[in-house]
């Protein structure tokens, strides 16, 4: 893509300063409608180094309401950022409905720059590809986001003689703050490796554009243009009911899984009891083992109303060490969190190095109650199985062990269940007209937790369907797989 | 307050069992009740190394709901938090409305462990004086917020039984997660900075509660029911209306400071143009100094509606690195911000390491709309002013230089301004009913905003009074303020 761009052009001052006014009442106009529109926005610029772009971002910042408006860099990623999946910071950061992101350096640390010598990015953390990239846009724009792909583009020649000016300016150390120093740098190497880069992350839905900086002037209007073009086009689209992308066919035969489960599995209270403390001390050293070793872990849990997830979870974490662990439990998202990508949240509660993360309800709301209750669209939620699968690839991926688990209980089990709930007065408060409605929607779940279990069981992220009848059967069953799992992954 | 604890005491794993399943269902019982009274509360879990309280924190923990409950540790404090003022993780974490926070090691490191010879208390970081912990706990439960203060004692014997079976479960190097080391740890110096500790910050509204642990049994019982008798007290005060503490009585004469600004200042187009291009030279150059010398800025604006607050804020940081500061736009708080002590959304702001937090609006809102609109109480907004007094001396004790700036026009500019913001197409969005109702209110905003100015203007945090009625002398004021408040700190 870079080839095709004309580095030659020049503006003069008077023509520059006449477009400029009228372009930046224009953006100034759009950014208030995106807000009114509810559109989140995210501006990504790379480039060369040494192309001074950070005095274009001045720009387009002094034309912007600075409200609603945050910029960031991938350069100042912090070393606890970096022991966690990639994506994860860049998720957390994500704008709010109506904000602007902008990115000084976003998430385009390819694996290829390690090749043309660039020792910053000698870190594993770095290796990212193309494809994860592109999944990663389209994720967001099929939720809503636009994203503005800049890339600044300089000669080699310019690249010298800036290099000459930021060394005037910044001196060294200037640290994260500085545009990237240029010493020593192969420009022609970097202008394969951006070439390769742009044209496999060049996407319909985020289309890169070449911001020529040869001539400042020009690279402003240039840019202006690009940002304005791209913001009407999203207000356009707002407007249009969009087709997002099915990974999944809906016609492809569900089996019933659910079904194949032996609901009569049990155990009596006293091999329970015996076997509770014994699994309980091996978690205790096995959470410690994976301490050391900086292993962690996230637990999602699902299962019928009343299907004991509570009780597993308190068998679970009481052998843990309370500072190891946290258990974050899953809601309808409230108004701040709707205003996100409704992955957003479950990013913000990623594990520390080593640590566990329990989710008491996870993100598979998305196609279970919100595909029953049709808060989600038939394309949304249709679409959630990959996006879902993508995402525990990459926890996967950052070596954290990822489980799930379906605690299955049958109809009558259920009845019996809240009906005792209902009887005892330290237990009323754990039974809603909620619950009783979810009820009469029995087969719509078992369509959707079928379905679920059979296109997000992955190498990566396993389901386990434990038997829940019997609720002595059900807390053995969930802390054995866990120690399995972590015994496989230890040894 | 340790010497009248009985550690002699011992309990049957009868008798245990016996008391304990009624506390376990009184404590499941009260944190509902708390939850639905929306009541916050803080369990802070102070005492001797290895006192073995994890296991406490563990039985606590199993009889409660693990939704609404997170679990911290001041030992895990990462190195970036302790750039940052003391208490600004601790702001973060708070919990909101309905949930529960414990600490297992708290906001309790205080100078004289220093003595003790403790080598991880060697850090600046940990400098806390007894009075800034009793001032930080009474801003909480002043707000409503429940704190629970639990110190763990043992005696100098079982100290050394305990440091040898921690050592069996734990080996070295369990790091953050093991209970703190106990070897070369000299048990009567300890006890003497405790006693000293416990006694300075044993106070009305957060009193200390001493938890014998020689017995692990005889501990739970304990910790339980000074747990179950806290949470119920909270419930009742709750009830009650509640009189916080007032520091500045209302009666004290307040003079007319804004009468003293003589608003015809101002400057011409032409000298302007020539100033700011140098100012905005200067200030780049400064932003760099003091980015590499670690220094951050706190700025907050104030000012009439129409003042000139987003030019100002624009001139100002057109001059910086986009990278090195941020603005943050404060509204009236959403719901999940209002769920928060009302300090508690400025503190997620503390800027990073030698950048720049810019606040367009602030947290004097408190003592300004919320004081003429009547959204906070008549006690609220009194207290206010020491509040924030309290928080921006602490910034400023972190070596964060703090500014703020009144925006100050009179009646007639406002008119005017209004005029032709409604009659510029532009210009009309910045214009909403809102802004003609304030008007109406403006000599009540001339009370509040002497009274601010009279109660806040400290030398850790003082303000600027800006003749704003030219915008341009405004504008070069500001950068000239900061301009000579850099060079000063520089210098």
């Not at 480039?47 to 860099?73: A, H, Q």
């Not at 690839?393 to 269940?417: M, P, S, T």
């Not at 829940?468 to 054995?480: D, F, I, Q």
């Amino acid at each position: 893509m870079l080839e095709k761009i004309n580095l030659k052009r020049k503006m003069s001052k008077k023509d520059y300063e006449k477009e400029f006014d009228d372009l930046a009442a224009k953006v100034g106009a759009l950014q208030r409608a995106l807000r009114d529109a509810q559109i989140p926005v995210i501006i990504v610029f790379e480039g060369f180094r040494g192309t001074l772009r950070g005095e274009l971002i001045n720009k387009l910042l002094s034309v912007m309401d600075p409200r609603g408006f945050r910029v960031y860099s991938a350069s100042k990623t912090t070393e606890g950022q970096k022991t966690q999946p990639f994506f994860t910071a860049f998720w957390q950061q994500l704008p709010a409905k109506g904000a602007i992101s902008l990115y000084h350096r976003a998430w385009y640390f390819l694996k290829n720059e390690h090749d043309v010598g660039d020792p910053d990015e000698a870190s594993s953390w770095y290796e990212i590809e193309h494809e994860q990239i592109n999944t990663f846009e389209r994720e967001l724009t099929e939720e809503g986001y636009t994203i503005v792909k800049l890339f600044a583009h300089i000669s080699e020649k310019k690249q010298e003689k800036n290099s000459k000016k930021i060394d005037k300016i910044y001196g060294n150390g200037w640290g994260n703050l500085a545009p990237g120093g240029v010493e020593g740098i192969d420009y022609k190497a970097y202008y394969k490796v951006y070439e390769k880069m742009l044209e496999a992350t060049d996407t319909v839905e985020a289309p890169w554009h070449i911001v020529p900086l040869e001539d400042m002037r020009v690279g402003v209007i240039a840019a202006f243009n690009i940002v304005i073009d791209t913001f009407e086009r999203a207000l356009q689209k707002k407007k249009q009911k969009k087709a997002g992308t099915i990974y999944f066919k809906k016609d492809s035969a569900v089996p019933n899984i659910l079904s194949t489960f032996d609901l009569t599995k049990a155990i009596s209270k006293q091999d329970y009891l015996v076997k509770l403390k014994e699994y309980q001390k091996k978690l205790e050293s096995l959470q410690y083992e994976l301490y050391k070793k900086k292993i962690s872990t996230i637990i999602g849990f699902e299962g019928w109303d009343a299907g004991g997830k509570g009780g597993v979870i308190k068998r679970f974490t009481s052998a843990l060490d309370p500072l190891g662990y946290a258990v974050n439990p899953v809601g309808s998202p409230n108004d701040w969190e709707k205003s996100f990508h409704y992955l957003w949240r479950f990013w913000q509660h990623i594990p520390k190095v080593g640590e566990v993360a329990i989710f008491d309800r996870t993100w598979y709301g998305r196609v279970l109650v919100e595909r029953v209750e049709h808060f989600a669209t038939v394309d949304e939620w249709r679409r959630a199985y990959q996006e879902i699968n993508d995402m525990e690839a990459q926890w996967d991926k950052q070596g954290i062990i990822v489980n799930k688990f379906w605690l299955q209980i049958d109809k009558e089990e259920q009845y019996k269940r809240f009906e005792a709930r209902e009887k005892d007065p330290n237990k009323t408060w754990k039974i809603t007209p909620d619950d009783w409605r979810n009820r009469d929607k029995w087969d719509a779940y078992v369509d959707a937790v079928n379905e679920m279990l059979y296109r997000t069981d992955t190498k990566a992220a396993p389901w386990t369907v434990i038997e829940a009848n019997s609720k002595y059967y059900a807390r053995l069953k969930v802390l054995e797989t866990m120690i399995a799992r972590y015994e496989k992954v230890l040894k």
